[in-house]
């Protein structure tokens, strides 16, 4: 066989390139890393190592979950923005981090929607608009006469700034006529602890945190804010059949990776977290929470590609409650 020179001299040429190749490890080779970007014991902690536990059997390397919470999600999601592309760093997003902040904090923003990768989508889930089961509240109607009544008297908690919760209530307020002053605080936790004590009037939050509270009777749900009745609360009403007109507020969560990551390694991880949402185990888990499970696919699934169109849809969304809301951070 004829070898010709040019041939040899693209042979030699590749061969540095081939040997680089080979010497890279096959991925995973060590730890992956979660970033959820809020406290121990919310929604988005609870998202995230149900999903690092599934994926760490599927992948056979442990995934661990590290909480970095701060300024509405934007300390995590920057540390993510930030990281080495390399495959072993992801970040826990939600509706807050992913869409809502980037109306709320403005010029301030320290991360762009371009900074972060989509990889897919995890849950959906209500939230709930909640009371201490020693309020002498007991529906939505009666909330919205003692705050008509008592202008900027009445407060509401949420677990900080920018979330679905926070954004809800201030919504729901809008709808309502009602002036009711937001309490912030740093995650679900501490709220709830407030909120169970009885030093908070009223409350908003996801789902899977408060709805053990809401079933031991430690709250009172006065309404979810989905379409429909969840079947984890199937007695609590909506917030349209509580009187609130089409209003629906959903919040979600899901996967990103730092802008850079390597595309097969982002398609891999989107196709692993699309069969962990498909798995019976995991609608279970997350069904029993009050969640729902992706259905950005025409089957019902999640990729990257589809986590991206939702997301920007979400951005332009977000953008439009939070300027006739006029809600802020401050």
Known sequence: MTITRRAALGATLALPTLGAARAQPAWPARTIRFTVPFPPAGTTDIAGRIAAEMLSQRLGQQVIVENRPGATGNIGAE????????????????????????????????????DLAAVGLLLRVPNVVFVPAASAVRSLAELVAVAKAQPGRLNYGSPGSGGSPHMTMEMLKLRSGTDITH??????????????????DVGCDNMPSCLGHVRDGRLRALAVTSARRSHALPDVPTLAEAGIPDFEATAWFGIQAPARTPRPIIERVGSELDAITRDPGYVARIRELGGSPPDLTPDGGTTPAAFDAFMRTEITRWAEVVKVSGATID
């Open 79 to 114: 540390a993510i923005a930030r990281a080495e592309p390399d495959g072993y760093s992801f970040l826990v997003c939600t509706i807050s981090t992913a869409a809502i902040n980037y109306a709320l904090w403005g010029a301030r923003m320290p991360v762009k929607p371009e």
């Open 183 to 200: 309490v912030p605080f740093r995650g679900a936790g501490p709220m709830l602890v407030e909120a169970v004590a009885g030093r908070l």
